[in-house]
């Protein structure tokens, strides 16, 4: 990766271009990095009009690549939670070479990122263990197992650690979940024993992996089945 720009550079020119979907409609040449594109506000705050004027890139580009990143971001998470790892990400999509950031920018992306996803952490728009108890409690009529839950938060980026935490901090009820589960899915099936009163096997493996398939242990999902397959048979 580039290194980032420690050293200060010198305003060769500023000039007012077509303005680009992003906003950027000034472009400041710089003696050692070169051509730069800002936007007014930015032109602006830092006085980037001001030719022959010398300033510390490495500063200047890291409050603007996080200022932007602010501005993309917090719609994105304003009123749904999100974890840490889809922030990041989303941010570094948007920011990436073929979203206009290569060259100057490029070594900025990541550590930009860093400080906007901390940034949003200290003010409640974002955070694991916040995430986690939001998705937790639009599980509750899901009836699905803990570990189904865990594993959801697993794929949308929350650390193995943390989603188990959150989910045995949560105190969840497996065996009625379970319970509900099968008699949602029984609903919908027809159990009809066969002549000798028997519930047949097919049917019963079938349920057993409805439940396996929704996170439930596999004792608890046998011993469930078997206990609804029995008042079936009576």
Known sequence: MQDRLQMNDRILSCEKTE????????????ETAGPVRFGFDETMEYGLYDIGRELELDTL???VLEARMKR???????????????????????????????????????PAAEKVVEYLIERGYAGDNAYC??????C?????????????LIKRGVERNVAAAAVADAGLDEE???????????????????ENGRVPQKTRASLIRFLL???FETGMAVDMVDDYLGGARN
């Open 19 to 30: 303005r680009s979907s992003d906003g950027e409609e000034y472009t400041v040449e710089f």
């Open 213 to 215: 398939a929704r996170g």
């Open 133 to 138: 108890a939001s998705y937790i409690k639009t």
């Open 140 to 152: 509750a009529n899901k009836n699905v197992s803990g570990n189904y839950i865990a594993a959801e």
């Open 72 to 110: 993309q971001i917090i719609p994105y998470c304003a009123f749904t939670r999100r974890t840490e790892s889809q922030i990041s990400a989303r941010l570094q999509d948007k920011f990436s070479a073929a979203g206009g950031y290569a060259g100057v920018w490029a070594p900025y992306v990541l």
């Open 176 to 194: 009625a979940a379970c319970r509900r589960a099968l008699e949602k899915k029984l609903d919908s099936v027809q159990v009809i024993p066969d």
């Open 61 to 63: 580009l890291s409050a």
